[in-house]
């Protein structure tokens, strides 16, 4: 099955808007957005599999995309990170 790339944009910007959504529902509920991204994406493959969405094999997108994520947290943690001789 090919997906567009037009699909592709458009359900990348449906996760960029649904992280922001889960990002001010968990300033309310103190439920980190990560989690509720996770059910989200649990909730989506078992939606798919009911209606017959045949899953491909992501197995190498997974593996690159969380490598990205990782050094994306890392990076952002080092932005956080102040030195002072103090410290030292």
Not at 22 to 38: D, E, H, K
Not at 50 to 65: A, F, M, P, S, W
């Amino acid at each position: 099955m090919h997906i567009s790339s037009h699909i592709i944009i458009i359900l990348l910007s449906c996760v960029v808007i649904l992280s922001y959504i889960f990002n001010m529902i968990s300033s309310v509920t103190r439920i980190p957005a990560v989690l509720l991204l996770i059910a989200t994406g649990i909730g989506v493959k078992y939606l798919s599999k009911y209606y017959g969405y045949v899953e491909q094999d992501v197995e190498k997108l997974v593996r690159t995309l969380g490598a990205i994520g990782l050094i994306m947290i890392v990076l952002e943690a080092a932005m956080d990170l102040t030195l002072s001789r103090k410290k030292l």
